[in-house]
């Protein structure tokens, strides 16, 4: 295996098997080998998705523009050259300015295109090739969106977002929650430790981006690992009714959880902490993640924006919580779509938005 340093152009990996263009050959520099394979791909009737992959290995950018290979999907490439052209397609993986590639790539390698890192990587060993497999299925995990019309946060009438949140404790409510269009998760693991890992991993796997709160006792390596696969930075928070302690558990399992990051080149996880309360304790520092559960008590007053208010299922609670200052509520997995609605309503009648 040979790496050589460029210039990160595009961001994305890419890999497969080389396609040699400079400005002198042009087309003719790829190999026999690849172009039939092309041509095979069109005698057959291939939809251009299912052609063959190839990565560009060329002299510049500028001789990059012109190459088109008929049956040859196009998914990465590299330059020699660090100026010239524009990389007119946002959506390959490029890496520019690569010294002595021309001469360091033989027909028919295996080439990797790192755009994050800028590098290029000619006849991979086993390891590498299995770790950028690993590493861009995560990153294609976490680009995962909701755009259907319940999954848009509601409004009051004065124009305040209010995000509401599903209440599960079990993998059965998940997918109910996320079909509502649910803004937000807020999974409790306190009464099921033996089931806690496979809800944890479900439930991130399947949030596509939005925010996930886990109220837990201890045990939070698998959701820290989980979090490193599917998650951005910021979406996952931790919260408990001892958040000192919560705190330590974190930074032990991090000790563990870096290492397997550097090795998979991905970044750890980036999750925040805070402390679960009722209305009559809630005591803790303005900003910082919080989980009010008003299940069963008197409405709490003034809540941080950045707090999780919980309601349940008592549509009833949601117009003074709100009106209180409340911006994100959770209720029961099954009333997603009323307390939308109820969100809306405020500002009408008895409550008035904040």
């Known amino acids: 295996m040979k790496t050589l340093e460029g210039i990160a152009k595009h961001p994305g990996t890419a890999m497969a098997v080389a396609a040699l263009v400079d400005a002198a050959s042009g087309i003719n520099g790829i190999s026999s080998a690849l172009l039939m394979e092309g041509i095979t791909a069109l005698r057959r009737g291939l939809r251009p998705v299912d052609y063959p992959e190839a990565i560009l290995v060329c002299d510049s950018l500028k001789t990059a523009e012109s190459v088109r290979i008929a049956g040859i999907n196009l998914i990465g490439i590299a330059a ?13 993986p490029c890496v520019v300015g690569v010294s002595d590639l021309m001469h360091s790539v033989a027909e028919g390698a295996i080439v990797i295109v790192d755009g994050y890192k800028g590098r290029v990587y000619i006849d991979p060993d086993p390891s590498t090739l299995i770790h950028f497999q690993q590493a861009e299925e995560q990153r294609q995990l976490r680009e995962k969106v909701f755009i259907s019309s319940e999954h848009i946060p509601a409004r009051t009438q004065s124009g305040e977002i209010v995000y509401v949140y599903a209440r599960i404790s079990e993998e059965s409510q998940l997918a109910s929650a996320m079909r509502a269009g649910a803004d937000g998760l807020l999974v409790d693991l306190r009464n099921d430790q033996d089931n ?18 886990f109220v837990i006792d201890y045990g939070c390596e698998e959701i820290l690992r ?8 910021g979406q996952v928070t931790l919260v408990s009714e001892a958040p000192d302690l919560l705190a330590s558990q974190v930074e032990s399992a ?48 003034n809540p941080d924006e950045q707090a999780i208010v919980v309601v349940g299922g008592q ?26 609605h109820a969100v809306l309503m405020v500002g009408f009648g008895e409550y008035g938005a904040s």
């Open 80 to 92: 020699e050259s660090a100026g010239d052209a524009p990389l007119t397609d946002d959506n390959i």
């Open 196 to 213: 806690s890992d496979e809800l944890s991993r479900a439930t991130l796997r399947e949030a596509a981006g939005k925010p996930v709160a």
């Open 226 to 233: 989980a979090a490193m696969t599917y998650c951005i930075p």
């Open 254 to 301: 991090m000790d563990r959880i870096v290492l397997d990051a550097l090795q998979l080149d991905i970044d750890p996880p980036d999750v925040q902490l805070g402390g679960f309360y009722t209305a009559t304790n809630y005591d803790h520092t303005p900003g910082t993640p919080a989980v009010i559960d008003c299940r069963n008590t008197i409405c709490v007053s």
């Open 315 to 340: 549509i009833d609670s949601i117009g003074p919580v709100v009106s209180s200052g409340a911006r994100r509520i959770a209720v029961d997995d099954k009333i997603i779509a009323e307390a939308k």
